[in-house]
């Protein structure tokens, strides 16, 4: 695994835990200004309106777990596809899925940030 590789999976996984702990300054350094975040249910949030629910409590991650990851650099740029569980709660309702997903990181200066996020949820087992 590459520095780059191990830089962006380390991002990753500090995302993850900054989302179930409703971290928001964490993630307002993780996440570009110019993020897009597709929701497995189709939604569309910009990182304003994704930090937005977050604090209000809105949307509650309880928990993240990756089954598996993959990571793929290509010059300043980081592809990330794998696979979660999620237990999440929003507008007050529990979920939990499995899902596939898809993130890009871009690295500006000297720290890589999220700048898309795309997710499908799997069929349930």
């Known amino acids: 695994m590459t520095q780059e ?3 962006i999976r380390a991002v ?6 900054a989302m ?8 307002d350094e993780i996440l570009a200004e110019d993020l ?3 929701h497995t249910t189709a939604a569309l949030e910009t990182k304003a309106d994704f930090l937005r629910r977050l ?3 809105d949307l509650k991650y309880e928990t993240i777990g990756p089954e598996s990851q993959e990571v793929r650099v290509y010059g300043s740029t980081g592809v ?8 999440v709660l929003s507008g007050g309702q529990p979920h ?3 899902m596939r ?3 890009v990181y871009v690295k500006r200066g000297n720290r890589w940030q999220m700048a898309a996020w795309q997710a499908t949820r799997l069929p349930q087992d």
């Open 96 to 98: 939990m899925f499995g």
């Open 36 to 38: 897009t975040y597709v």
């Open 20 to 27: 179930v702990r409703g971290d928001v300054a964490a993630l």
């Open 55 to 57: 604090r209000t409590g």
């Open 80 to 87: 990330v596809t794998g696979i979660a569980r999620v237990r």
């Open 12 to 17: 990753e996984q500090r995302r993850f835990d």
């Open 5 to 7: 590789q191990m830089e």
């Open 101 to 103: 997903y898809t993130d």
